[in-house]
């Protein structure tokens, strides 16, 4: 691993702490097993006062680190202390999930009148792929330039029958950072011999403050989306489409989560149907945007899916996080785009299989700066 000289003494330290650990921590049958189809590894991606920190266990982002309107930098990611504990998490801090994200009811589905049955980690249902998704595997460094534009490329073959899905997959994530405040997420995946269904997601926990500084209660979220694919039992999509006009799902018009947080059960964690029109020929259109008043930051989402999940860090309860933080429950929110959940039973959902010959592709860009001083 090679480290850029005018990496921060935080950032250097993070990464010296992960280090230590994980010749240890990666404990357990499942993770001996995965230690010996690779080498973990740390990677940073640097331009002037941004940057962020990837690993090659699960492709996950460990750190993102930007000023303030003071110029003070914070890690605005939420993350463990040490490698060890993203073995079996199962919070997603930071990972690159799939081969299909967010939930499958009953851990079933049929492609061709084919029954598949897949790895069921969330009740009845499988969540992120499975037990051992995509966020549990090594992947390989395909790519890694540095430079005024540095980017890296993992890639990983999930097998045919990989938590119970079918075909074998290969599949491509490139993070790069485009700008002076701006990073991009590219992901690609091909089936082999198979048809499958894929919907990859990337799960940061975002605390613009700073990580383990509060809750993201207080944040501003603006959302482009006039309807949500709502929920029945065990947030399992019902297959409905609906308006959020004048109900606690609205974030068409900028507001803080915690405004009505208390209206909704469990807190938020739902999918939102993404309006506008796309930007450049490739279906990229602004997501979202999240502002933080105290640090003056401010993050825009653009993207190329159909959907994003709004999760509000409903289970997190004062887990261990990086430099001594305890991540309590709201302390950081995800906006993960995706298709929509549980395509693979509603056929008036975007599809989400593929067939050999083509190609899956998500496109993610973060947009970081500074709110005008009032």
């Not at 091909?190 to 383990?212: C, E, F, I, M």
């Not at 809750?215 to 947030?235: E, K, N």
């Not at 933080?292 to 289970?315: C, H, I, K």
Request: with cysteine; net charge neutral; charged share 20%.
């Amino acid at each position: 691993m090679a480290m850029s000289r005018s990496a921060t003494a935080e950032t250097t330290t993070l990464l010296m702490c992960l280090m230590a650990v994980a010749a240890v921590s990666l404990g357990g049958a499942e993770a001996r097993k995965q230690q010996g189809k690779g080498t973990l590894g740390f990677y940073e991606l640097r331009r002037g006062e941004f940057s962020m920190v990837v690993t090659n266990w699960g492709a996950t982002i460990l750190s993102v680190r930007l000023p303030d309107k003071t110029g003070h930098i914070d890690d605005v990611v939420l993350g463990y202390k040490n490698i060890g504990a993203y073995v079996n998490d199962t919070t997603y801090f930071g990972a690159l999930v799939g081969r299909v994200a967010n939930r499958i009811a009953g851990g079933r589905f049929t492609i061709k009148n084919r029954p598949y049955h897949t790895y069921k980690n969330d009740g009845n249902n499988t969540l992120h792929g499975g037990h051992r998704g995509f966020n549990q595997v090594f992947w390989s460094v395909r790519e890694r330039v540095t430079g005024e534009f540095p980017y890296i490329t993992f890639s990983y073959r999930s097998y045919d029958g990989e938590q119970g899905f079918p075909g074998a997959l290969d599949v491509l994530v490139t993070y790069k950072i485009d700008g002076d405040y701006s990073y991009s997420v590219t992901m690609y995946a091909r089936p082999v011999d198979k048809p499958t269904p894929v919907n990859l997601a990337q799960h940061s926990y975002w605390n613009l403050r700073g990580h383990g500084r509060g809750t993201i209660l207080d944040h501003s979220v603006q959302i482009f989306a006039s309807a949500v694919t709502p929920v029945g039992a065990h947030l399992i999509p019902t297959g409905a489409v609906t308006p959020v006009a004048g109900t606690p799902f609205d974030f068409r018009t900028p507001a803080a989560p915690g405004a009505h947080i208390a209206e909704v059960e469990g807190g938020y964690d739902i999918n939102y149907v993404l309006d506008g029109a796309e930007v450049d020929g490739q279906g990229v259109r602004k997501v979202a945007v999240v502002s933080e008043a105290t640090s003056g930051r401010v993050m825009e989402l653009w993207a190329d899916q159909p959907g994003v999940q709004f999760y509000t860090g409903n289970f997190l309860k004062g887990d261990e996080g990086k430099g001594g933080a305890v991540y309590v429950k709201h302390g950081g929110l995800c906006l993960e785009t995706q298709d929509y959940p549980d395509a693979v039973h509603n056929a008036k959902f975007p599809t989400e299989i593929y067939r050999k010959g083509q190609v899956y592709k998500h496109y993610m860009l973060y947009k970081f700066s500074l709110a005008p001083n009032k």
